[in-house]
């Protein structure tokens, strides 16, 4: 059964930094477009960062540019979101999700194009 299971989130103070980790079971990270997507209250979700199949193309949405990056450990079968100078505009609830069997370079950050998703990790920024 594939399954994705968030960690990570809390409570941080602005210009903090929080890596979340993203779990994976059921399938390999490696053969898989792993997204990182959020959603903050009363607001749509928004992609924030994917990952290739391949592991070299990294697609960005417009909050991750220069503060966050995203990782793979094909080892612990596992992608992680690095947070860096967090703000209280980063809060929401933060998602990873998989799109099994994808294309060796692609990178998406619509929701659509994923398959399973994690129960989600909360990130809080406040001081």
């Known amino acids: 059964q594939l399954q994705l299971v968030e960690s990570g989130g809390g409570l941080v103070q602005p210009g903090g930094s929080l890596r979340l980790s993203c779990a994976a079971s059921g399938f390999t990270v490696d053969d898989a477009m792993i997204g990182w997507f959020r959603q903050a209250p009363g607001k749509e979700r928004e992609g924030v960062l994917c990952?290739?199949?391949?592991?070299?193309?990294?697609l960005h949405g417009d909050s991750a540019k220069a503060r966050f990056a995203i990782s793979r450990d094909n080892a612990k079968n596992t992608v992680y979101l690095q947070m860096n100078n967090l703000n209280p505009e980063d809060t929401a609830v933060y998602y990873c999700?998989?799109?099994?069997?994808?294309?060796?370079?692609?990178?998406?950050?619509?929701?659509?194009?994923?398959?399973?998703w994690g129960q989600g990790t909360q990130v809080i920024v406040s001081s």
């Open positions: 990952i290739s199949v391949s592991g070299v193309f990294v």
């Open positions: 999700a998989a799109a099994p069997g994808s294309r060796w370079s692609g990178t998406s950050l619509k929701s659509e194009d994923y398959g399973y």
